[in-house]
C-alpha cells in the first residue's frame, strides 16, 4: 500500500492550498482518512480526519481547512483557506484500512509534503 501527497507549496498568509492524497496498492476498504503536520521543533499533530461521513478537526484549523473523500479513487483532499504563519508545517497523510476482508485495520502513512506560509 502506497500513500501519495501532492499539493504543498509556498504560500503567502490569507492563500489557500489544496492538498490530496490517493491511496493505492492492495486495499479492501478504507475506514478512515486523514492529515497530520509537524513543524519544526514540535510533535505531529492531527489536522483533520474524515470516516464514514463523519469529520474531525484541530481547533486551530476549525473554520479555515475542509476535509473531503472520493471513495472512488481511495483520494482524501485537505482545502486550507486563510493560511497563516502557523501553519507552515511537514503535512502527512494518513490511512486506517484493511488489505483484505481478514486482515485487522492498519495505519499507513505517506511521504509528507511541506506547506510554506510566509507573513
Known amino acids: 500500500v502506497q500513500l501519495q501527497a501532492y499539493g504543498g507549496g509556498l504560500v503567502q498568509a490569507g492563500g489557500s492550498l489544496r492538498l490530496s492524497c490517493a491511496a493505492s496498492g492492495s486495499i479492501f476498504s478504507i475506514n478512515a482518512m486523514g492529515w497530520y503536520r509537524q513543524a519544526p521543533g514540535k510533535e505531529r499533530e492531527l489536522v483533520a480526519r474524515?470516516?464514514?461521513?463523519?469529520?474531525n478537526f484541530a481547533d486551530s484549523v476549525k473554520g479555515r481547512f475542509t476535509i473531503s473523500r472520493d471513495n472512488a479513487k481511495n483520494t482524501v483532499y485537505l482545502q486550507m483557506n486563510s493560511l497563516k504563519p502557523e501553519d507552515t508545517a511537514v503535512y502527512y497523510c494518513?490511512?486506517?484500512?484493511?488489505?483484505?476482508?481478514?486482515?485487522?485495520?492498519?495505519?499507513?502513512w505517506g511521504q509528507g509534503t511541506l506547506v510554506t506560509v510566509s507573513s
Open positions: 474524515i470516516s464514514s461521513g463523519s469529520t
Open positions: 494518513n490511512a486506517a484500512l484493511l488489505r483484505s476482508r481478514y486482515d485487522s485495520p492498519r495505519s499507513y
